[in-house]
T-cell receptor, first 113, second 115 residues
């Protein structure tokens, strides 16, 4: 059974810091990995999708890397802003799970002005 | 990316009643899904809504409790039946493109509270 773990569970940083969120998964036979952002009481916003054959993806101040063999992904946020405050979720799709995304518990990020 | 809307955005319901949640997408999509997010927890897939056939339910979820309709490629409904306080959650509609392996997008969610 695929398990996804995100560390840390919560993170509070001052504005302007560069930060790294971690995601690990137990079964390396994944098809892709997706990072999401969720604001309190809201739906999910897709940030980045990394296919299993890729090493990283970038979008603006966000960079996500994937090391499939070791079961790890990181989300790097450069020059953090108060508007980045949200919960960040990673989700993996196994090669054999079809539609099912397995989600981590999320990292709750607070960026203080 | 697809634009997804859900109705209602939130509701407070009495134990034993049922609520139907609607999901509308601005373009035709092959794959539509329903997820549940219980308070303080991450997301769990309830079922895949199949157009023209019965939904495919995940382990622990049954059609009698969560009947799903998918009349066309842009619309789906999820009903939460005979509700109990344990059903209090955010229910989210999600879509993917032509392949189940495509990027998934989520609606704004329906926050349900059962008293």
């Amino acid at each position: 059974k695929q398990e996804v773990t995100q560390i840390p569970a919560a993170l509070s940083v001052p504005e302007g810091e560069n930060l790294v969120l971690n995601c690990s998964f137990t079964d390396s036979a994944i098809y892709n990995l997706q990072w999401f952002r969720q604001d309190p009481g809201k739906g999910l916003t897709s940030l980045l999708l990394i296919q299993s054959s890729q090493r990283e993806q970038t979008s603006g101040r966000l960079n996500a890397s994937l090391d499939k063999s070791s079961g790890r992904s990181t989300l790097y946020i450069a020059a953090s802003q108060p508007g980045d405050s949200a919960t960040y979720l990673c989700a993996v799709r196994r090669e054999t799970s079809g539609s099912r995304l397995t989600f981590g518990e999320g990292t709750q990020l607070t960026v203080n002005p | 990316s697809a634009v997804i809307s859900q109705k209602p955005s939130r509701d407070i319901c009495q134990r034993g009643t049922s609520l139907t949640i609607q999901c509308q997408v601005d373009s035709q999509v092959t794959m539509m899904f329903w997820y549940r997010q219980q308070p303080g927890q991450s997301l769990t897939l309830i079922a895949t809504a199949n157009q023209g056939s019965e939904a495919t339910y995940e382990s622990g979820f049954v059609i009698d409790k969560f009947p799903i309709s998918r009349p066309n490629l842009t619309f789906s409904t999820l009903t939460v039946s005979n509700m109990s306080p344990e059903d209090s959650s955010i229910y989210l509609c999600s879509v993917a493109g032509t392949s189940v392996y495509n990027e998934q997008f989520f609606g704004p969610g329906t926050r349900l509270t059962v008293l």
